[in-house]
């Protein structure tokens, strides 16, 4: 078992742990929204329904429920048992139609996935920054993406503005953390693991000449990072100026790189 497999089973059990909690905190969450709204508006631009997606990190599921209510056919993977269990219960609801599958796989394992080729390849929210380097998962995107099929991922970059602002409050771990080299470790449920954050010109490096950047957006440059909640609840105002002032850079260079995540997308050649 390599170091990076050691991790991710790390990582399994973790959040495995936290699915309910996971589910919890997206409940009634606009911001989270949002955010989950401007990935599929990405997806849907380049490759519409009734495409079918191969998920990864499909945690527990919401975005492979949207994405079947939109009309795509989703092959939904993960590899915490936890979130699976989700997964499997979201597929069931007469909403989705059917429309998703759903098996225990690792993104360092796409020789493994069972259906394919896809149309495309999804990831949201970071999952795949619980890796340190990205070319492994690209090198295995030849196994299930179709030629001239598309990959649309969400990732953490070093660059975070409304982290960065929280200095002025004297919280400098959290304002520094992500500009580690070598990232930051996690602690969850007890466990803990390494986080590593790309620059969109290392994820475009990493995807190299045999796929073609079709699209980048900053998600949350502007407004708070996902781990707020409250924010967009209690003082709707104030947000949505954040949230008008966010989607008028999220797309400009070098916004784009600096929020909270950003949602990019290429074609294979």
């Known amino acids: 078992m390599t170091d990076a497999e050691r991790q991710l089973s790390v990582v399994a059990d973790a959040f495995s742990q936290t699915a ?3 589910d919890a905190f997206g409940t009634g969450h606009p911001h989270l929204d949002r955010m989950r709204a401007k990935v599929y508006a990405q997806l849907e631009g380049i490759v519409p329904p009734p495409a079918r997606l191969l998920e990864l990190n499909a945690g527990t599921g919401v975005d492979a429920l ?3 209510e939109r009309g795509y056919r989703v092959h939904a993977t993960d590899i915490a048992p936890g979130m699976l269990e989700r997964v499997r219960a979201r597929a069931m609801r007469p909403e989705a139609q059917g429309r998703i599958t759903v098996q225990r796989c690792s993104f360092l394992e796409l020789g493994s996935v069972e259906g394919g080729p896809y149309d495309a390849v999804f990831s949201d929210l970071g999952g795949l920054n619980c890796v340190p380097d990205l070319r492994p998962v690209v090198a295995g995107l030849a196994s299930v993406l179709e030629p001239g099929g598309t990959v649309t991922w969400v990732l953490m970059p070093p660059i975070c503005l409304w982290e960065l602002a929280t200095i002025a ?3 400098v771990g959290l304002a520094s953390r992500r500009l580690r ?3 930051v470790t996690a602690h969850l449920e007890g466990r803990q693991f390494e986080v ?3 620059s969109p010109r290392e994820v475009v490096a990493a995807f190299g000449a045999a796929y073609e950047l079709l699209a980048i957006e900053g998600l949350s440059v502007i407004t708070p990072t996902a781990e707020s909640k409250r924010l967009a609840i209690a003082h709707r105002r ?4 954040l949230a008008w002032l966010d989607d008028r850079l999220s797309r400009r260079a070098p916004f784009r790189g600096w929020g909270d995540f950003f949602v ?4 294979r050649r």
């Open 20 to 22: 309910p909690t996971y």
């Open 66 to 68: 949207a994405l079947a």
């Open 169 to 171: 409050t004297g919280q």
């Open 181 to 183: 080299r070598h990232g």
């Open 196 to 198: 590593s954050y790309f």
């Open 238 to 241: 104030t947000y949505a100026a």
């Open 264 to 267: 990019i997308s290429f074609r």
